[in-house]
């Protein structure tokens, strides 16, 4: 495995991607993560991140210097960099020699690091404020850019090395064949982690964990991420697996009939549904803050799950939870910043009596449809697109009303309908309908409305942790527009969202 170590990049994950992609099995872990524990680990290989501090700043976050004794390769990149150079005797400067955006690399020494490229210049991504300006004997430069003398460099024994460019980004054209050089050359890994390997590893983890008499509760929610993982799950264990859906009132049309028609009758797992949408909307009543929705309905399942008699004798509680979750959620690997809570991560009640079983929370939403192909799931389940845990909930913007709910979920079954039709769906990461806190004056009938505002997403991603949104037809959007206010009572304008994420997240709560 290589191991990564999280200085507070934003960009760690796109890094584990990279790293996957080629393959080859990663783990993020903070920075000041123990020596001891990284030599249990037994690392091929060594990442250290960039991150938005300084090494100016006090307290800036550091490794331990055991970190860079311990024989493995190690690569740091952009903040990394700076902290090999630190530790290596290099000097650097401050802020006067920030760099953001495209710069042209210029490499001055062949280097295994670079093997494959073809000739001397490349685009690459740069953010830094900070720049290496002299290094020691024991380092040897092997590019440059116009800005900073050394954007990369290597020890002479070549165990370590720095590189100012970020490779994991889209930006830098040649970045993955740099990392890929770095972790199957440098670091000598097979590539050899499939989601094959996946399932025989993390099915032996599961039965290893669930004792012969233990039973585990998996909570479906309707999306591909409990799906997958409760397949894995009862690969692991059989029987002593129990499903249940809660049809909290928040779900898309056709939902429920659709995991009972699905789950239950062609994949053979029990399941029983129970139908708790009273109580999440009574408890829902009033609240506005998206935060709060979140946790009320995670504390809500939490509820409905011990009240069930299906309950009894279980002492697991399996979930769908993925590293994207974890990522936007909590500083579950670092100090990267957090975005917002999600249902099956910061929405939980401390007081939750089942233990938890997340088989993959280190996985990437791609990750995870490889991984239900590989256990024999559905196209109709893999192949859907992301639903998030609190349904329907994050997708009104304001209180939650039953009235308001069956309003969104009109208008949802129309867009769903559309991008079905016009093959947009498969192209896109997801496309779903939003209900706005506001109304409108509007002519409908030759006379005067004042009614809600539906928004249209539709993005663009590859896992969910960036996104761009679609470039749709104007002919398909005047279509969408025109069903919705004829269709959807209560609706009379439409607008489409045409933000990208980052600045925005996708969900819109």
């Known amino acids: 495995m290589i191991l990564i170590l999280d200085f507070g990049s934003q960009y760690t994950q796109l890094i584990a991607r990279r790293v996957r992609e080629a393959n080859v099995y990663c783990e993020i872990h903070p920075f000041d993560f123990a020596v001891e524990k990284i030599r249990a680990m037994n690392p091929r290989g060594i990442i250290l991140s ?18 860079l004794r311990l024989g493995c390769p190690v690569l740091g990149i952009c903040y990394g960099l700076y902290v090999i150079a630190q530790h290596l005797g290099a000097r650097s400067v401050g802020s006067r020699a920030r760099e953001y955006g495209p710069a042209t690399l210029v490499i001055d020494d062949q280097d295994a690091l670079f093997e494959g490229l073809s000739g001397r210049e490349h685009r690459v991504w740069m953010s830094h404020g900070d720049r290496v300006e002299s290094i020691p004997d024991s380092l040897h430069p092997i590019a440059h ?75 479906l ?32 049309a056709g939902e429920r009939e659709r995991m009972e028609r699905v789950f ?22 009033g609240v506005l803050d998206p935060e709060e929705k979140r946790k009320i309905i995670g504390r809500t399942f939490i509820d409905v799950f011990e009240s069930e008699e299906v ?30 809570s999600h249902h099956n991560v910061g929405g939980l009640p401390e007081r ?30 893999v192949d859907r697109e992301p639903f998030p845990g609190p349904g329907l909930a994050v997708r009104i913007v304001g209180e939650v009303t039953r009235a308001r709910l069956e309003l969104l979920r009109r208008a949802d079954a129309i867009v769903v309908e559309e991008f079905a039709r016009d093959g947009f769906g498969a192209k896109l990461w997801q496309a779903f309908a939003v209900l706005l806190p506001l109304k409108t004056v509007g002519v409908m009938g030759d006379g005067r409305s004042y009614e809600s505002v539906i928004a249209i997403r539709a993005v663009e991603s590859q896992d969910g942790m960036t996104a761009d949104w679609a470039r749709l037809p104007a002919d ?25 994420k980052p600045p925005a997240t996708i969900e819109w709560e």
């Open 50 to 67: 960039g991150g938005p501090a300084s090494l100016y700043e006090e307290n800036a976050p550091d490794i331990d210097d055991e970190v």
């Open 145 to 219: 850019t116009d800005n900073s003398p050394y954007a990369a460099f290597c020890t002479r024994d070549g165990r370590m090395r720095g590189i100012q460019f970020h490779p994991e980004v889209v930006h830098t054209p040649c970045g993955t064949q740099v990392l890929r050089n770095f972790v199957l050359k440098i670091c000598g890994e097979p590539g050899e982690w499939t989601m094959a390997n996946f399932v025989h590893t993390k099915t032996g983890e599961i039965r290893a964990r669930v004792g012969e008499g233990d039973r585990v509760l998996m909570a």
């Open 221 to 252: 929610s309707g999306g591909v991420d409990s799906a997958v993982a409760a397949a894995l799950i009862y690969r692991a264990i059989g029987d002593r697996l129990k499903c249940v859906f809660v049809d909290t009132g928040l779900l898309r």
């Open 264 to 285: 239950a009758r062609k994949l053979g797992i029990d399941l029983t549904v129970t139908d708790a949408s009273d109580l999440f909307l009574r408890r829902l009543a």
């Open 476 to 500: 398909f959007l005047a279509r969408l527009s025109s069903r919705i206010t004829n269709e959807t009572k209560g609706v009379n304008r439409v607008v489409y969202d045409i933000t990208s």
């Open 311 to 340: 309950v009894r004798g279980a002492r697991y509680l399996g979930q769908g939870t993925l590293y994207p979750d974890v990522i936007e959620s909590v500083s579950f690997k670092g100090p990267s910043a957090v975005i917002k």
């Open 352 to 381: 939750m009596k089942l233990e938890l079983i997340e088989p993959l929370r280190l996985l990437f939403k791609d990750e995870v449809r490889a991984l239900g192909r590989e256990l024999g799931l559905p196209s109709e389940i």
